[in-house]
């Protein structure tokens, strides 16, 4: 599971559906790899506005990393030497770093989702279906 | 061929449409996942275009994603894939990281997807829709789908046609529309004919057969579903035995 995906993933038990709460789902006991990608700045400045910032700073410190700007960074353009470097950054965060095992908690109604073998199971027991 | 086999029937006796499903479709497609994505790798088109003309940093869902093989289709565009079949996810996971694709994969339900609604630019759901086993759980499955696209943003939807009197299948108007269709399992997993996207097998070695549900869509009823599920028909068509249609939300 690529960092980038907690940024699309909520809890699917209905009655989370309009908590804030659900959202993103706590990241607890997560081994991490970092597998190779293709850097593609273009896509990565084209995605940050509609990145939920705060949730990406969630999910980092769940995982260990506290370095992350408090603010969104605005208006990067892709072209701009300067950006470079944050671009890279976002990119080893968002696209490369990779949840390998771990439990996806949900603040709302306790419920945990696991990652095996990086692939996270949003399937439901049939009581909460 | 015009009447139901009595395997039909007894898959037709299965009161519960979500137990139907778990026998007739999920758990089949468990079994048959590694011989089954085997078949399964070239793209379709109108898929094919449809994900190549979506706008760079575009981020979209392909449900029901069977082994994987749409998600790596455009590098300018993340798409999250997703499929009842744990075992089809496996493969899909595993043939995406070979290719360096700009995706993922996970587990869950196309009724339960695990997405916020309003936030997805497109949406694809290919030869899934077809597998729920009511007009009702159909017609709600495209309903989920669009749920969670953002204003404007386009789903492409594929189902397999009833109308398909030039397949080896022979099917056509007036035949049964909720049908069990085989999947014949080899052993030895050789494959002869791998041109054919349905061949299903050879005859060597005890073949194992395996049936799979599947509610075959008539001229103008995939329209209808979209519309009961409040969407709006952007283009439609027929290709290859299925028909096919994008639509947004109204």
Known sequence: MKFLTTNFVRCPISKCDNSLKAFPLQYKNCELIQEELEFNPEFLANILDRLNWEAIIAVAGDLGNDSLPPTKPENVDPKDPENEQLLKDLHTLLIETQITEGEMHCGECGHIYYIKSSIPNFLLPPHLV | MNSHSEEEQRMISVEDPALREQIYVHTVYNEIAPHFSHTRYKQWPIVEEFLKSRTLGSIGLDVGCGNGKYLGANKNVYIIGSDRSDQLVNLAYTNNSKIQSFSDTLVADGLKLPHFGNSFD????????????????????????ISKLNVGGEALIYVWALEQQNSRRGWKEGMPQDILVPWVLQKNKKKKNRNDEDQEGTQEEEPETKMRYYHLYKKGELEENAEAAGAEVVRNGYERDNWWAVIKRK
């Open chain 2, 122 to 145: 497109f949406v694809i759901s290919i030869a899934v829709i077809h597998h729920f086993s009511t007009p009702e759980r159909r017609i709600e499955a495209i309903k989920h789908i």
